[in-house]
């Protein structure tokens, strides 16, 4: 994922909660696939439904909530869009992922008939950067990515079911460090200079430490392409809330840390909440930030700090308290919780329907706002950023706070327990959600005028 992507964790432990059959479809048996060593994308792969599962189902068979696309949809007020005939047609998403999926195709057909959502009205795959090598199930990495890629194809299109999607796969994985940018950019760059893509989402992101700065200034060329052209660019701020890992894949930092390209002023950084949902997708309680450490024995949170390469840009003079003189993300926020977690359909392992969260949600879920945001304007807006901050400081409706929470996680490493503490929700801009959240059917026609 994102932030810089924390690793898939496959959570056995919940096994103690299984209770058989489902009203939405059979809940398989565990899966023996293992862990992936990227992206951030947080699955649980201990368990698949054969059909899609309700939010009851899954409480009472495994502990947690999963959403459906109608609930997530009501969750953020599309409905009024919808019904004025916004649905992001005429735009373009565009979702760049390492490897990609070998089904994808024919699992976002399933998704959509199993939702009842139209095919998107072009989907097209794209690989830039060359061709990507074979998929290897047994490849961990590999899986990882496939998550990844099935989430962000199957739930930028669920927000916005009339936009065009474009798949960009690299066959680099991005890791840690520059490994797999290169391509990342390479690939975004052509999208970019072929006026493909009218915003750009991004699940995934490294440890600023791993990074040399003068790296950072050759790849952020992309961004700034991206302005040139007015297309705006998405990423998750993480997952491992406050920390981050280093180059080894394995060890977390133990103070904190930021990641790029969330911490990027020409990107727009997403950050994770947890939803409370009925049936129907109405809120039971207030957002808060999310923050699964305590679900998965290992850090599982929203992302968020100051960066150490990027100073304050302008739009964020309004929360020089919070950010002091550096750039400071999250900007805004989407729903990113495993525990209240994203249902995704996929066959490239054993098929089913199977729990994904992680600011690799968040992400796609904004680009299909910015795609109604366009197409009510009338015309791409390229980076939002200094409006999301001038509408908060106007106290435009369209941006919700979020002020229950925190993102600090605790772990064990080489023997040791390890907190690292994080930033605490609270009125107005925090490190943890940024701005807030967004009620979709104010926040639209707010950014667009």
Known sequence: MRRVVIAAVSVLAL????????????????????????????????????????????????????????????????????????????????????????????????FDSDFGLPAPPSFKIVQPAGPVPPFDPNNGTMVGWAFETTLDVEWAHAMAPGANIILAETPVAETEGVTGFPE??????????????????????????????????????????AAAHQVTVLAGSGDAGPTNFKKDLNSLYTYRVDSWPSSDPLVTSLGGTQLHLNKAGDRLGRDNVWNDTALFGSPAASGGGRSIFFGRPSYQDSVASMVGHFR?????????????????FLSFIAPGYYIVGGTSWSSPLFSGVVAFVDKTAGHRLGLLNPALYLLASQGAPGIVDVTRGTNTVSFTQQGQNVSVAGYKANPGYDLSTGLGTIDAAQLVPELAG
């Not at 600023?208 to 060329?221: I, P, S």
């Not at 400071?328 to 995704?344: K, N, Q, T, W």
């Open 15 to 110: 096994a103690a909660a299984l209770v058989a059959g489902s009203a939405g479809g059979a809940l398989s048996a565990p899966a023996t696939y293992g862990p992936a060593a990227r992206p951030g994308v947080i699955p649980l792969r201990a368990f698949h439904w054969l059909a899609p599962p309700t939010t009851k189902d899954c409480r009472q068979q495994i502990g947690i909530a999963c959403y459906q696309p109608g609930q997530i949809q009501t969750a953020y007020d599309l409905g009024p869009l919808y019904s004025q005939g916004l649905d992001g047609t005429g735009t373009t998403i565009a979702l760049v992922d390492s490897f990609g999926s070998p089904t994808i195709r024919q699992d976002l057909a399933q």
């Open 184 to 225: 990342i950019m390479k690939s975004e760059d052509f999208l970019i200079n072929r006026d493909m893509a009218d915003v750009i989402s991004q699940s995934f992101g490294a440890t600023e430490q791993t990074f040399a700065f003068a790296d950072l200034a050759r790849l952020r060329a992309t961004y700034e392409n």
């Open 328 to 344: 400071g993300d999250p900007d805004i926020s989407m729903s990113a919780a495993v525990d209240g977690g994203a249902l995704v």
